[in-house]
């Protein structure tokens, strides 16, 4: 059975940093391109960033140079490292994955950027 667990979100001041984890199981992540996504209050889902089965990442214009997707297969996770937070990074994360065709996502971890 696949199964997305995320963990890591919270409050925290802007400027300061957060480190997401989705732990996966059912699949082996390593074989998979992952992704972020965040919804907003009121908004549409968006992408934030993907890792491909080569490790290469990529991201959303709005988080370039502040977010850093990373995976460990040992632990079958990947990561949303987090830093330079702002505000409108507010919303919840999902991490999502595409399984023959079949799209997984997990229940999602709150971020709230706020002083």
């Known amino acids: 059975q696949v199964q997305l667990v995320e963990s890591g979100g919270g409050l925290v001041q802007p400027g300061g940093s957060l480190r997401l984890s989705c732990a996966a199981s059912?699949?082996?992540?390593?074989?998979?391109?992952m992704s972020w996504y965040r919804q907003a209050p009121g908004k549409e889902r968006d992408f934030v960033a993907l890792?491909?089965?080569?490790?290469?990442?990529n991201y959303t214009d709005s988080v370039k140079g502040r977010f850093t997707i990373s995976r460990d297969n040992a632990k079958n996770t990947v990561y949303l490292q987090m830093n330079s937070l702002k505000p409108e990074d507010t919303a919840v994360y999902y991490c999502?994955?595409?399984?023959?065709?079949?799209?997984?996502w997990g229940q999602g971890t709150q971020v709230t950027v706020s002083s």
């Open positions: 890792i491909t089965r080569g490790d290469s990442p």
């Open positions: 059912g699949f082996s992540a390593s074989s998979y391109a």
């Open positions: 999502h994955i595409v399984l023959y065709g079949i799209d997984y």
